[in-house]
């Protein structure tokens, strides 16, 4: 991976391209609103543009609501080879997506497991073994990776 676009420059669009720009990928924000898009780069957390070619990954950092209309026209833009969200929502979003004709093929639905602080401010992590740094989302105490 070596471009991702985020579509959506709150604290979890900007959270995830502070983290990617930590790991050397290239990172672009785009937002509804250009103001958050600029506050995310002055944060470091990639560039207030899209990208000039076709991105790797498109990250979905937008409402539970926007993320069908959202990835439908940048499917129809052809922004990113593959897109995710950051949505907690899922069944709803499943529905809307394929309401929309969305294609489910380049669609890998994630979901935050935390939030941060530093930079970008936002919720405390959700356990002791959660939050920056962490490659990986928390496990039982006692297991191994």
Known sequence: MRSVVIVGAGVIGR???LALRRHGVTTYLTDADPEAALAGERCGAGFAAPPPRQADIAVL???PDQVAPVLAEHQK???ARCYTDVS???VRLH???RAH???LTSLVSGAPVVGGSGPVQGPAPTSSTAGPGRSRPPRPPGTSP
């Open 15 to 17: 959270s995830v391209g």
């Open 88 to 90: 907690g929502v899922k």
């Open 101 to 103: 004709g969305c294609d």
């Open 61 to 63: 950092a937008v409402p």
């Open 77 to 79: 833009l052809g922004t």
């Open 95 to 97: 529905r809307e997506v």
